[in-house]
């Protein structure tokens, strides 16, 4: 069993992004009304920027995650709140995929293992939407980030009232860890 992380391809993984960020369960992304030509055109945009980033993460090569990611110190999210050297802000959907159950752990150490070996990675920033309780479950529960403040954000694209959650390098490492750890032990032996 193997978790990677890899670069979103806008064109060629247009199709999978779609189904995921249209859904229903994905609305605080913003995307449900997109066609997979605008999603691709979103994911371009990204990809020509210096300061954004996306990426999936699969598990033996199967994607079940979309992660994106930010510099604070030039991105308009950083004005929000009080930011600090080494942070960098990062926006997560995990997939709605049947090959995802009991695997969750798995695609979490893979993604925060990513994160924090970007260089000078310190803190790992997160906003989701504050009516986001899945994700704010996720978040403050089972990865242990910190409560920063709340805001009525409203950027360039979003307009949202923004839970701000810390993720320091270390409680992350130690997440990662700990995830890692539960899936070795919780998981079923492969028949062959």
């Known amino acids: 069993m193997t978790a990677t992380v890899r670069p979103v391809d806008p064109d060629g993984d247009a199709a999978l992004l779609t189904s995921w960020v249209t859904t229903e369960r994905a609305a605080f992304w913003g995307m449900t009304g997109l066609g997979e030509e605008e999603v691709a055109r979103i994911y371009r945009y990204i990809d020509d920027q210096e300061h954004l980033a996306a990426f999936l993460v699969l598990l033996d090569g199967h994607p079940l995650g979309l992660l994106q990611t930010y510099d604070p110190a030039v991105d308009e999210i950083g004005d929000w709140y009080p930011r600090q050297d080494g942070d960098v802000g990062m926006h997560l959907l995990l997939a709605d995929d049947p090959a995802r159950a009991g695997r969750t752990g798995e695609v979490l150490a893979a993604m ?8 000078g990675c310190r803190r790992l920033v997160l906003e989701p939407d504050a009516r986001n ?3 704010l ?8 980030a910190r ?44 028949s062959e």
């Open 147 to 190: 409560r920063g403040p709340l805001v009525d954000l409203r950027t360039s694209i979003s307009e949202k009232p923004a839970q701000f959650c810390y993720l320091d390098r270390e409680r992350a490492l130690a997440a990662v860890a700990e995830l890692r750890s539960v899936a070795r032990h919780t998981r079923e032996p492969v």
């Open 137 to 144: 479950a996720l978040l403050l529960g089972r990865l242990g």
């Open 112 to 119: 925060l293992a990513f994160l924090t070996s970007l260089p």
């Open 133 to 135: 309780e899945a994700s």
